[in-house]
T-cell receptor, first 115, second 113 residues
Framework: AQKVTQAQTEISVVEKEDVTLDCVYE???????LFWYKQPPSGELVFLIR??????QNEISGRYSWNFQKSTSSFNFTITASQVVDSAVYFC????????????FGGGTRLMVKP | DVKVTQSSRYLVKRTGEKVFLECVQD?????MFWYRQDPGLGLRLIYF???????EKGDIPEGYSVSREKKERFSLILESASTNQTSMYLC????????????FGPGTRLLVL
């Protein structure tokens, strides 16, 4: 079973629409970290946010917000008033500790924002 | 700012060639990682290193080896490139603690003909 599931493989919106990218994870650990990364067409993964399992507070950073719900094992990402520059592939990832601080990535969601 | 650089953005090699992909980070990070990214398969970990001269296999190490002689540099080696190794290769680094953020380089698109 996948440990990190991003069920939406592709989303298309028109500029200024709000959009939510879903991430559902699976772990037996009580201590873990969750991440979101953005991969624009240039290819580099850009770090967006890190959240540990003990901090369920939602976070807002400009037009970006994240909703972490342990009860549903979800860590969803919302972009408000989307812009063309938000077009990218977005990855959710889980770190459960262990050697090397490895990440397990979801399959990614391609977001296309049309003008 | 964390800076992770990779030696090439694009690389074209022939089947059977030995290929070196270099990654350098400037933040004194303990951990370094090599991933490959393929359509429909997401990011898969090839190898990682948690210290100089130390390495651990990831999910798909077959056909690859790595070298870490200095803390800032982590090399991925394809001993005899094959067409199924055509992919995007991403390097990352992080501090050594649990849950530390991995920072990625720009990636190398490798085409093996």
């Amino acid at each position: 079973a996948q440990k990190v599931t991003q069920a939406q493989t592709e989303i298309s919106v028109v500029e200024k629409e709000d959009v939510t990218l879903d991430c559902v994870y699976e772990t037996r650990d009580t201590t873990y970290y969750l991440f979101w990364y953005k991969q624009p067409p240039s290819g580099e993964l850009v770090f967006l946010i890190r959240r540990n399992s003990f901090d369920e507070q939602n976070e807002i950073s400009g037009r970006y917000s994240w909703n972490f719900q342990k009860s549903t094992s979800s860590f969803n990402f919302t972009i408000t008033a989307s812009q063309v520059v938000d077009s990218a592939v977005y990855f959710c990832a889980l770190s459960e500790g262990g050697a090397g601080n490895m990440l397990t990535f979801g399959g990614g969601t391609r977001l296309m924002v049309k003008p | 700012d964390v800076k992770v650089t990779q030696s090439s953005r694009y690389l074209v090699k022939r089947t059977g060639e030995k290929v070196f992909l270099e990654c350098v980070q400037d933040m004194d990070h303990e951990n370094m990682f090599w991933y490959r990214q393929d359509p429909g398969l997401g990011l898969r970990l090839i190898y990682f290193s948690y210290d100089v001269k130390m390495k651990e296999k990831g999910d798909i190490p077959e056909g690859y080896s790595v070298s870490r002689e200095k803390k800032e540099r982590f090399s991925l080696i394809l001993e005899s490139a094959s067409t199924n190794q055509t992919s995007m290769y991403l390097c990352a680094s992080s501090l050594g603690g649990f849950g530390e953020t991995q920072y990625f380089g720009p990636g190398t698109r490798l085409l093996v003909l």
